[in-house]
């Protein structure tokens, strides 16, 4: 058969254009600023050219051949610019931001998940109380419950809450966590912290109608609970929880970043990357076997079937939907390909999904889900050309091999973009998660299903020493010398030109168009220059902060590579400032990084030298102090502060995050009254300071 031309696999695309379009403009709503007073324009311009859109193909001629198309793909514009915002609690008129209650109903319509004493949930919120009369709202708010041992709340319960509901804070720090766009993403834009004995369940009983979701929940704990009976060690039950179900619990520091920093934390997600790579596994194991022209429907339906059946047990979770969604789509287009395009299902599968929910464009797991897919299937067929294997074993390895490479590929320059590191040996790291990983699935989902005891016993033994195997490599590998590549985000131009340079590459080598191949390698060239350049202009700068890491302090100097860090947290790898600043300091200080700890236990004066000058931290009025640059008070020191600082003389004074806003507000008064700069850093992002600004 006669291979098709590049001409024609476009026109077995016919949604590229309109989805091109579409997701052009989901990805361009974020970034406008719309008013009230726009999102009503943009609402009565979609009526309105979709009315011009029927007239002109209703008419004949010119004008159909040219005003249609120009009408049609503006109405695709506006139709996503109000489908994005359409639900933004702005334009939302019952939403609960624009009621101000006293007591709040609320369904929970996630997991709960509990830690340290708190409860924490997403809840949609139905109705509440203001001066005692019920009004009905509507939206989704991230719930933290201050919980005592007896109190357990479930998924689907209704309880009455009483307090404050404020908006999700932005990130406050450099490459620290965007928490706030995570939740935008889920339509969630807001979060309350109700104290001890301010709720109360309304009910808790099954209600009487269907609910599927709740049900999956269910089977999840249930599984979950015969899953730990199993296991000797918690913190492998942990493991084999995220692995098989998608529960993430407290899976400790120390294993989390055994996967992170090996390229494999997918695993762990059931994310789409996981469905994604499962699905290329047991493709291949199908490919393999030869089935009977009657038999022909086996592999799709036993395929899908376990797709969906892992999504069930998995808490239909909406990322692991979205995949299997995905997933089922190209499934289709596989089975039923008599005139399809796989790439064009996997194109509708992707545009379906935005239908249904426009800011998952944004979600990074659909993003990574949908290119580890689209490597998938745009190169196994060449890495068949360029290995043209012929016995099973080694056919079979080197697909196995290809799923975990085809993955990676597309998927890279992404991770590099939203984590800035690239895991040196992952494709050792996949080969072996992705087996044991797969293996450890098929047991769990035997132990889900075996009625005998003495079995799972012995499922359970297997289970656990899978999970330590493979725990252990992967530590190995994460402390090989430059298993981890850290490095400065790419930006959106070296993205685009990352994926510009891979595209040519499939383009020169499936259409042998050496054009494309030179296009290709000048895109390389590029990247490699532009980093380079980067690299130069940087390597000796110096770089000063003072993290907002609340009320504990953080305090770092880089230079070249190499950095100390000064700290009330009793050690680098405390959970919150990880959190907060972990992954700049690990990328400005990746060569050699001091820590210093301060005592944070009684209030206490430091004098700290770096070679910028010295930095007087402020805790007490006592005693004096000599002069200094800078100076960061703290712990709502204001008596005595006016002589000290006279006496010190600084250049600024940083109010950090350990004094209330009262306070902070009343000193900077003090501060401009002595004609001295300060920075409040109380609900504010860390100090940032470059030489080259200056």
Same mark, same amino acid.
């Given at each position: 058969?006669?291979?098709? =031309? ?23 709503a974020p970034r406008l600023s719309i008013s009230a007073h726009l999102f009503q324009s ?186 730990? =009976? ?17 529960? @993430? ?9 055994? %996967? ?50 892992y999504t069930f047990v998995a808490g239909l979770d909406p990322p692991i939907v979205r ?102 040996? %992952? ?22 299903? =075996? ?45 685009? $030109? ?23 390698? $000048?895109? !390389? ?43 009330? %947290?009793?050690? !680098? ?9 972990? @992954? ?18 009684? @209030?206490?004066?430091y004098i700290l030298t770096i070679p910028l000058g010295k930095i007087v931290v402020l ?76």
């Amino acid at each position: 058969m006669r291979e098709l =031309n590049f001409q024609q696999r476009l026109e077995r695309m016919p949604i590229l254009k309109i989805a091109s379009v579409y997701i052009f403009t989901l990805l361009l709503a974020p970034r406008l600023s719309i008013s009230a007073h726009l999102f009503q324009s943009v609402k009565y311009g979609l009526f309105a050219m979709t009315a011009i859109s029927i007239c002109c193909y209703l008419l004949r001629g010119s004008i159909r051949q040219y005003a249609y198309p120009f009408a049609y793909y503006f109405v695709v514009l506006l139709f996503g610019i109000w489908q994005y915002w359409h639900n933004d609690p702005l334009f939302v008129p019952n939403h609960f931001s624009h009621f101000k209650l006293e007591k709040y109903v609320a369904k929970i319509v996630e997991e709960p998940k509990k830690k340290q004493g708190i409860i924490r949930f997403s809840a949609e919120l139905q109705g509440g109380y203001s001066k005692g009369k019920f009004i009905s709202v509507s939206g989704i708010a991230k719930i933290a419950l201050k919980s005592g041992v007896e109190d357990h709340v479930r998924f689907g319960d209704r309880l009455c809450l009483k307090g404050s509901l404020q908006e999700i804070p932005r990130p406050f720090n450099p490459l620290e966590f965007d928490y706030r766009e995570y939740l935008k993403r889920n339509h969630i834009f807001h979060q309350m912290f109700v104290q001890a004995g301010h709720y109360s369940i309304v009910y808790s009983q099954t209600p009487t109608s269907f609910d599927i979701i709740r049900v999956a929940q269910r089977t999840r704990r249930y599984f979950l609970t015969k899953l730990r =009976n199993h296991f000797k060690d918690e913190k492998y039950f942990m493991i084999a929880a995220a692995l098989l179900y998608g529960f @993430r619990g407290d899976i400790g520091t120390e294993n989390l970043e055994a %996967f992170t920093n090996t390229g494999t934390i997918h695993v762990l997600s059931v994310s789409g990357m996981h469905v994604a790579v499962l699905f290329g596994f047991l493709s291949l194991l199908f490919k393999r076997i030869p089935w009977p022209l009657k038999l022909v429907w086996v592999p799709f339906v036993i395929i899908a079937s376990i797709i969906w059946i892992y999504t069930f047990v998995a808490g239909l979770d909406p990322p692991i939907v979205r995949a299997a969604i995905m997933i089922s789509f190209v499934l289709c287009g596989q089975h039923f390909k008599r005139n399809m395009s796989t790439l064009n299902v996997l194109l509708v599968a992707a545009v379906v999904i935005l239908l249904i929910d426009p800011r998952t464009i944004l979600d990074i797991g659909f993003q990574l889900s949908f290119l580890a897919v689209l490597g998938i299937l745009l190169f196994l067929p060449i890495f068949e050309k360029l290995i043209p294997w012929k016995k099973p074993i080694y056919k079979f390895l080197r697909d196995t091999l290809g799923v975990s490479i085809a993955a990676q590929i597309l998927t890279t320059p992404l991770a590099l973009y939203y984590f800035g590191q690239f895991p040196t040996y %992952f494709l050792i790291a996949n080969l072996l998660v992705d087996l044991p990983s797969t293996l450890a699935m098929y047991i769990g989902f035997a132990m889900t299903i =075996n009625p005998f005891a003495w079995l799972n016993e012995i499922f359970g033994y297997l289970l656990e020493h899978i999970i330590i195997f493979m725990l252990s490599c992967l530590k190995f590998i994460a402390h090989l010398s430059f298993s981890t590549i850290k490095v400065n985000s790419l930006g959106l131009g070296l993205l685009f $030109l990352s994926y510009f340079a891979i595209f040519s590459f499939i383009y020169a080598f499936q259409w042998k168009d050496k054009r494309y191949g030179w296009l290709a390698f $000048l895109c !390389l060239i590029g990247i490699v220059l532009i980093n380079g350049q980067h690299w130069l202009n940087n390597r000796d700068i110096e770089q000063f902060r003072v993290y907002n890491t609340k009320k504990e302090l953080t305090i770092g100097y880089f230079k070249g590579g190499s950095g100390i860090v000064y700290s009330t %947290f009793d050690s !680098l790898h405390a959970g919150a400032l990880q959190y907060a600043c972990g @992954r700049e300091i690990q990328l400005l200080g990746k060569k050699d990084l001091q820590f210093v700890a301060l005592d944070d236990r009684k @209030r206490e004066n430091y004098i700290l030298t770096i070679p910028l000058g010295k930095i007087v931290v402020l805790e007490h009025s006592g005693g004096t102090m000599p002069r200094a640059d800078l100076v960061i008070v703290r712990k709502n020191l204001s008596y005595g502060l006016a002589r000290l600082i006279k006496d010190i003389a600084p250049r600024l004074v940083i109010l950090d995050g350990s004094n209330s806003m009262a306070k902070s507000l009343l000193t900077q008064q003090v501060l401009d009254s002595l004609g001295v700069k300060s920075y409040l850093m109380k609900d504010n992002f860390a100090y940032v300071w470059n030489k080259e600004s200056l």
